[in-house]
Antibody
Framework: QVQLVQSGAEVKKPGASVKVSCKAS????????IHWVRQAPGQRLEWMGW????????RYSQKFQGRVTITRDTSASTAYMDLSSLGSEDTAVYYC???????????WGQGTLVTVAS | DIQMTQSPSSLSASVGVRVTITCRAS??????LNWYQQKPGKAPRLLIS???SLQSGVPSRFSGSGSGTDFTLTISSLQPEDFATYYC??????????FGQGTRLEIK
């Protein structure tokens, strides 16, 4: 059974960075694309970027270009999303999701709440 | 970027009725359209991919149709567990993947 388990909630100060992890079980991370999507309170889902776990290639939304980095450790079956220069507008639940292609987000992690406050 | 617009934004309906949610793309996306269900405090769940392909384990009362710019999600007979927010998502022209603003389905 495919399962994605994310790291716990974070509280960060403005200007700081956050790193959220996403551990896969039940399948080989190498065969999947890992997406990161966020959802601010009461807002729509917002796609941030994806990583091909097989070769490490990444594509990012232009909105987050330069601030977001998605990486993976295949030996640990874990993907990571690093977001820098945090502002209050980055307060959101961050989700990882996997798919066999870049087009569909088949399985989702439980979400990680990131709160940015001084 | 391709903009996705859903209608209505919210909807009240009774158990047992038929419900249709519409999603419109700002340009032709062929059939690169997926539908998700999200319940409060939970992650989204993929219901339908490629506009009309029902995912394994999703009840057959859910169906999707459309191509090009106009798409619909239909629930043939609403059940209590179907009250949630529904999102459409395009993946025709990426990046970025884009989502609709969501349709909140509430009990009448």
């Amino acid at each position: 059974q495919v399962q994605l388990v994310q790291s716990g909630a974070e509280v960060k100060k403005p200007g700081a960075s956050v790193k959220v992890s996403c551990k896969a079980s039940g399948y080989s991370l190498r065969t999947y694309v890992i997406h990161w999507v966020r959802q601010a309170p009461g807002q729509r889902l917002e796609w941030m970027g994806w990583l091909s776990a097989a070769n490490g290639n990444t594509r990012y939304s232009q909105k987050f270009q330069g601030r977001v980095t998605i990486t993976r450790d295949t030996s640990a079956s874990t993907a990571y999303m690093d977001l820098s220069s945090l502002g209050s507008e980055d307060t959101a639940v961050y989700y990882c999701a996997s798919g066999t292609t870049v087009t569909t987000l088949d399985h989702w992690g439980q979400g990680t709440l990131v709160t940015v406050a001084s | 970027d391709i903009q996705m617009t859903q209608s209505p934004s919210s909807l009240s309906a009774s158990v047992g009725v038929r419900v249709t949610i519409t999603c419109r793309a700002s340009q032709d996306i062929e059939n690169f359209l997926n539908w998700y269900q999200q319940k409060p405090g939970k992650a989204p769940r993929l219901l339908i991919s490629a506009a009309s392909s029902l995912q394994s384990g999703v009840p057959s009362r859910f169906s999707g149709s459309g191509s090009g710019t106009d798409f619909t999600l239909t629930i043939s007979s609403l059940q209590p567990e179907d009250f949630a927010t529904y999102y459409c998502q395009q993946s025709y022209s990426t990046p970025p993947i884009t989502f609709g603003q969501g349709t909140r389905l509430e009990i009448k």
